[in-house]
T-cell receptor, first 114, second 115 residues
Framework: GNSVTQMEGPVTLSEEAFLTINCTYT??????LFWYVQYPGEGLQLLLK?????DKGSNKGFEATYRKETTSFHLEKGSVQVSDSAVYFC?????????????FGKGTLLTVNP | ETGVTQTPRHLVMGMTNKKSLKCEQH?????MYWYKQSAKKPLELMFV???????ENNSVPSRFSPECPNSSHLFLHLHTLQPEDSALYLC??????????????FGSGTRLTVV
């Protein structure tokens, strides 16, 4: 079945540091890939997505590129802010048949210090 | 009002109580989901409804009973819960669940504490 593996946290950075959160996946066919963010006390919000190989999703300074050859979708941001402190979830959604569900990684807690 | 709205935001209940969680979406989606988020555990998919029909029940104990009266509303009825059921319960909705290009839209969740 489908699965998502993302780097264990927590990740602690200083403001303006570079961020990478690794995500790799296992899936059949051609899944769509997503990053969700969860701020304290809130539900999950869609941050960005990519629906085919070599697509780059981007939003709020975050980027991730769908790499089929390495089955990866790493999240990056060039300069993090304190307000980026949250839990980040990588997810995939399969195509066809019963593979319609979103499969989530375990989440990575990011803390950005001033 | 747009998005996915969950009520109440917080709920404290005793083990013998009966309560219900409510979820409402105004996005025109036709699939709705209940997730459980516990501390230090992955997100757990509990139930999936597509066009008001339950299409998935992931071995959830019978003390959790979902109801989807129409495509805009989803309930989770709770009775005789256990302390380990304390968690954040998240509702989500999506377009046709067979379309992989779309993600889910989540509500803010109900923080449930069972005492």
């Amino acid at each position: 079945g489908n699965s998502v593996t993302q780097m264990e946290g927590p990740v602690t950075l200083s403001e303006e540091a570079f961020l990478t959160i690794n995500c790799t996946y296992t899936a059949t066919g051609y899944p769509s890939l997503f990053w969700y963010v969860q701020y304290p006390g809130e539900g999950l919000q869609l941050l960005l997505k990519a629906t085919k190989a070599d697509d780059k999703g981007s939003n709020k300074g975050f980027e991730a590129t769908y790499r089929k050859e390495t089955t990866s979708f790493h999240l990056e941001k060039g300069s993090v802010q304190v307000s980026d402190s949250a839990v980040y979830f990588c997810a995939l959604r399969g195509s066809g048949g019963s593979n319609y569900k979103l499969t989530f990684g375990k989440g990575t807690l990011l803390t950005v210090n001033p | 009002e747009t998005g996915v709205t969950q009520t109440p935001r917080h709920l404290v209940m005793g083990m013998t109580n009966k309560k219900s969680l409510k979820c409402e979406q105004h996005l025109g989606h036709n699939a709705m989901y209940w997730y459980k988020q516990s501390a230090k555990k992955p997100l757990e998919l509990m139930f999936v409804y597509s066009l008001e029909e339950r299409v998935e029940n992931n071995s959830v104990p019978s003390r959790f009973s979902p109801e989807c009266p129409n495509s805009s509303h989803l309930f989770l009825h709770l009775h005789t819960l256990q302390p380990e059921d304390s968690a954040l319960y998240l509702c989500a909705s999506s377009q046709d669940p067979r379309l992989a290009n779309y993600g889910y839209t989540f509500g803010s969740g109900t923080r449930l504490t069972v005492v």
